[in-house]
């Protein structure tokens, strides 16, 4: 007679379930209404769909912004490991990336060669974005999206 054991469920810290950990529908919600915090206040030159998915790849890393070949809008993708907090300082960082990206794809190739990921303009409205997160009442009034 076999018997089938429950599988470790990864959401569990120390014997309790961690609420911090994107595996609810509660803290993807929450992504999503500070993404929509953002394009108000940081519009981004095409539309931006966030996806909270597995990154399992070294070089995926925890978040990143692209624009897939061809298509009129960008993509953030946010690890679904991490927890909420980390996982929305992630998003305002891609935030930053999503709002100053060139409408031309080889406007931003020439740039990524020549200054790199984090060049000046990234660096003021990321700061600005912080800014208003950390120092402000942005993280309240987004509860309002």
């Known amino acids: ?25 509660q803290a993807r919600r929450r992504l ?3 993404a929509r915090y ?8 095409f539309p931006v769909r966030l996806r909270i998915c597995r990154m399992d790849r070294p070089d995926d890393g925890i978040g990143d912004t ?3 070949a061809g298509a009129n809008h960008l993509v953030i993708r946010i690890h679904s490991g991490l927890q909420t907090a980390y996982a929305i300082d992630t998003l305002l960082h ?17 740039l990524e060669r020549v200054q790199g990921h984090h060049d000046a303009t990234w660096k003021a409205v990321h700061g600005d974005i912080l800014e208003a997160w950390e120092d402000g009442d942005a993280d309240m009034d987004s ?3």
Not at 94 to 106: F, I, N
């Open 66 to 68: 692209y624009r897939p």
């Open 38 to 45: 953002l394009a108000a206040y940081w519009p981004a030159p």
């Open 1 to 25: 007679m076999s018997r089938t054991y429950p599988k470790p469920d990864k959401r569990v810290v120390n014997g309790e379930l961690d609420p911090l950990r994107i595996v609810d529908g």
């Open 94 to 110: 891609e935030w930053a990336h999503a709002a100053t990206w060139p409408a031309s794809v080889r406007h931003q190739e020439l």
């Open 32 to 34: 999503h209404q500070v």
């Open 143 to 145: 509860f309002d999206w």
